[in-house]
């Protein structure tokens, strides 16, 4: 079993940055792909950036590409999704996820742990 957690959602304009981070429960932190993904009001879920056990691997959704960074720290049983030049349509609630799975990571149904989610908001 693993509990996510995320935190460093807020209010920013845009063009501004936020870190996001995850932290999760268990010891076996090090051996989940962990993702985010997004929900904005009235559109779907959608895969927005993911990483392998190991950090070498990372994905990214073609609109956040170049924008955010994904991270994570095995140590600290924590990911980080750095965001930069951040815009109106990146505002969504922003939810962690983890799956013991090292394929598909881009897909939702792929994980097994959701977090409960952090709101961001972007105001132009």
């Known amino acids: 079993q693993v509990q996510l957690v995320e935190s460093g959602g807020g209010l920013v304009q845009a063009g501004g940055s936020l870190r996001l981070s995850c932290a999760a429960s268990?010891?076996?932190?090090?051996?989940?792909?962990m993702g985010w993904f997004r929900q904005a009001p009235g559109k779907e879920r959608e895969f927005v950036s993911a990483?392998?056990?190991?950090?070498?691997?990372?994905y990214y959704a073609d609109s956040v590409k170049g924008r955010f960074t994904i991270s994570r720290d095995n140590a600290k049983n924590t990911v980080y999704l750095q965001m930069n030049s951040l815009k109106p349509e990146d505002t969504a609630v922003y939810f962690c996820?983890?799956?013991?799975?090292?394929?598909?990571?881009?897909?939702?149904?792929?994980?097994?742990?959701w977090g409960q989610g952090t709101q961001v908001t972007v105001s132009s």
């Open positions: 990483i392998g056990w190991s950090g070498t691997s990372t």
């Open positions: 268990g010891r076996t932190f090090s051996s989940y792909s």
């Open positions: 996820a983890a799956t013991a799975s090292p394929w598909n990571i881009v897909t939702a149904t792929s994980y097994n742990y």
